[in-house]
């Protein structure tokens, strides 16, 4: 289960900096000024950002097997889910004809994607997690 997490962590990943270069391509840093876009820097940049943070907990706990690895991981995942649905709402609330900035530019299947990856790792790293403290 812990690999099968890795994986999961691994693909909601992968989405995830493919829908931040859509972002940024599509001038999301410089529609920022302009207040054309629904995401503030801090939350663009926090969610990869403490997503990789967790992700190199979790491969520290797979390399050493300490679980205390695994906990933070999950605890650091847990903000960057709580982050991810704060864009995901964002998102569907922008979507349509009222979409604004470079978030129009995402696409459903990749916005779907991510989340059910991350939703997916989010309760591996968690069974995972309270697996091994048994």
Do not use: C, D
């Not at 995942?77 to 900035?101: C, K, P, S």
């Amino acid at each position: 289960m812990p690999l099968v997490a890795l994986a999961a962590w691994l693909l909601a990943a992968i989405v995830g900096i493919y829908l931040l270069f859509l972002w940024l391509g599509g001038g999301g840093l410089r529609r920022q000024a302009t207040k054309v876009t629904r995401y503030p820097n801090t939350l663009i940049f926090s969610h990869p950002l403490l997503a990789v943070t967790g992700l190199g907990l979790w491969a520290a706990f797979l390399i050493t097997g300490q679980r205390w690895y695994a906990w933070v991981a999950f605890f650091v995942l847990t903000v960057v889910a709580l982050l991810g649905f704060t864009m995901f709402t964002r998102w569907l609330g922008g979507e349509g004809r009222h979409a604004r900035g470079s978030e129009r530019r995402f696409q459903r299947l990749a916005v779907l994607l991510h989340g059910v990856a991350g939703v997916s790792a989010f309760v591996l790293v968690l069974l995972t997690a309270t697996q091994i403290t048994r």
